[in-house]
């Protein structure tokens, strides 16, 4: 069977399609998880603590890069379902946040790759990431304020998505966020 196939009682009952359901929830987890360690980062000791946990932080980043990779190659893919959207104002803003969404996650993806390269860092003491531009010094600091802020951006983005569903789902009384719920097959 297809993803076409499989995607299509999906489009009946006006939910996503499992796999751009699990995508979904996939790279909120990961975004979640990278946040968390990298406001808790600064609490480990320096040296080995530290480079662990900061390796634990770029893997999941390169994990999260994957993930980003295959959902944007998964959007633009045929097999894709999409619920219909609604029109008028919550139409074009439900358009616009997750435009803003994605814009921002592959920003601070970008970012997060090159505050890597920046810092020069150790991936759990086993293999280096090299320092590119040691000459600048000034662009380790600089990458990584701006990796912060786009990662900060990104939760407070991911919340205010969040707390939308919740208004959906509450306020309004409608299906927008079952649809993106992972559903069980009946049988």
Do not use: C
């Amino acid at each position: 069977m297809t993803s076409a196939t499989q995607a299509q009682p999906a489009a009946a009952k006006g939910v996503y399609d499992s796999r751009s359901i699990h995508l979904h929830w996939v790279t909120a987890v990961i975004v979640a998880l990278l946040w968390g360690i990298a406001e808790l980062i600064d609490l480990f000791p320096r040296g080995a603590p530290k480079i662990a946990v900061r390796s634990v932080h770029i893997v999941l980043g390169l994990l999260l890069v994957a993930v980003t990779v295959r959902r944007l190659s998964w959007r633009s893919s045929s097999g894709r379902i999409v619920p219909p959207a609604p029109g008028g104002l919550w139409g074009h803003a439900a358009k616009i946040s997750h435009a803003a969404l994605y814009a921002v996650l592959v920003i601070v993806l970008l970012l997060g790759i090159s505050n890597a390269w920046a810092r020069g860092d150790s991936i759990f003491s086993l293999f280096s990431i090299p320092k590119l531009l040691p000459a600048f010094p000034s662009l380790k600091p600089a990458v990584g304020r701006l990796h912060k802020i786009g990662a900060n951006a990104l939760v407070i983005l991911a919340l205010l998505h969040a707390l939308a569903a919740l208004f959906h789902h509450y306020v309004l009384r409608d299906t927008v966020l079952q649809r993106m719920l992972v559903h069980r097959k009946t049988p």
